[in-house]
């Protein structure tokens, strides 16, 4: 049966269009910005040069990152619009063609996602790495065109970087709990990006004008206010990889990838970002940041949670099956007041002869639903 004309809507292909295409403009800006600033000052070597090859590889790794998501996407709007899931809609670029040791719940539908974010992290940090330990970020001045303004900018752009990632992977209706989740994570992601260019920017002291023991201190914090930001570019993998999970694998995943995130965030993130602001704020009376109390709101939110999330956690591994409840702690797929929802795999229809490797089909989801529960379809989504 041939596809409906609505699994692949116009509008759909014009908006993940402008998306890959915004993220690559943003890409190429960032990219060249940074690399101005390495290569105006190694002057006389053409090694920062090939910082251009990390760039490109990075544009061609998210190009094929959105291209692969749209394919599974339109394909997932199939399956959702046929009764039967024809032979020829099944998804070719499934993990589990890569590798068989781990089941595709566990890789993740999209494992392009978080992986092409942890490549471009790996560049950009690289540079900032350079940046700072190179002394570049001494010599800027104020009053230049290139100066630390532009950099704190073009650091920043990482958030965009990533709402863009994001929406290339969600194609979820407005108002369904994925999107809800999407905008969260978009939405705390960038926040924390400007936390971390905020405290970057306590390492712009210029030596003429800032001389004694703030200075000094500073200069010995270099190492650890480095190391930290690098923490808070790579925690947002983790946010991907649930995104990239199955409803029916994130229902029983969210949890633990939650509380591991919101464990190192408050860890490596909150903690010693309050301590670094409140060490030179109370020693030396250094401009401290309104982002002190975001740190403080953080750890606790992160206490506030802890204890329920691991109560939850304990009983799901004392019981039978391991199975969560429907309506899970976690908030991940829960329904509206009065709803009680069981998500269950349909396994996936293939035609005669049909060679495909287990696990190369499309998840699909059955939704079983209490007599009195009043669930309407809009409020559920089963991929996005």
């Not at 392009?112 to 471009?120: D, E, G, P, T, V």
């Not at 350079?130 to 752009?157: C, E």
């Amino acid at each position: 049966m041939a596809p409906s004309a609505t699994c692949c809507s116009p509008r759909h292909l014009v908006l993940h269009v402008l998306d890959a295409s915004s993220l690559i403009l943003v890409l190429v800006l960032q990219g060249s910005v940074l690399n101005y600033y390495i290569i105006d000052h190694y002057k006389s070597s053409v090694n920062p040069y090939f910082w251009f090859l990390a760039d490109f590889a990075t544009v061609f790794v998210f190009a094929g990152t959105l291209t692969i998501s749209y394919q599974y996407l339109t394909k997932v709007r199939f399956a959702e619009n046929d009764s039967k899931l024809p032979s020829g809609a099944m998804f070719p670029l499934s993990p589990k063609r890569l590798t068989r040791r781990f089941p595709v719940s566990r890789l993740g539908i999209m494992p392009l996602s978080y992986c092409s974010w942890l490549i471009y992290c790996t560049f950009l940090l690289s540079k900032i790495v350079l940046i700072v330990r190179s002394g570049i970020l001494y010599d800027l001045s104020p009053q230049a065109t290139f100066g630390p303004q532009l950099l704190q900018i073009t650091i920043a752009l990482s958030g965009v970087v990533f709402l863009l990632l994001v929406e290339g992977h969600n194609w979820a209706p407005r108002g369904s709990p994925r999107y809800l989740f999407v905008t969260l994570v978009c939405g705390k992601t960038a926040i924390e990006i400007l936390d971390t260019v905020s405290l970057l920017s306590l390492l712009h002291t210029h030596p003429v004008r800032h001389l004694g023991a703030l200075h000094a201190a500073l200069q010995g914090l270099e190492i650890p206010i480095t190391v930290l930001c690098c923490f808070n570019f790579v925690l947002p993998a983790l946010a991907l990889y649930k995104l990239s999970l199955t409803d029916v694998s994130a229902e029983v995943l969210a949890l633990p990838v939650s509380l591991l995130y919101n464990l190192l965030h408050m860890m490596l993130i909150d903690l010693p970002y309050l301590g670094v602001r409140l060490y030179l704020w109370l020693n030396y009376d250094h401009s401290t940041s309104v982002l002190l109390m975001k740190n403080v709101f953080g750890i606790i939110l992160a206490l506030r949670g802890l204890i329920p999330d691991v109560t939850e956690l304990v009983r799901r591994r004392r019981t039978a099956d391991g199975t969560p409840k429907p309506a899970a702690a976690n908030g991940y797929l829960e329904g509206g007041a009065g709803e009680l929802l069981e998500l269950q795999p349909v396994p996936c229809v293939k035609e005669a002869g049909d060679a495909a490797a287990e696990g190369d089909c499309i998840p699909r989801l059955a939704i079983e639903q209490a007599p009195d529960a009043r669930t309407s379809e809009s409020n559920i989504s089963a991929h996005a």
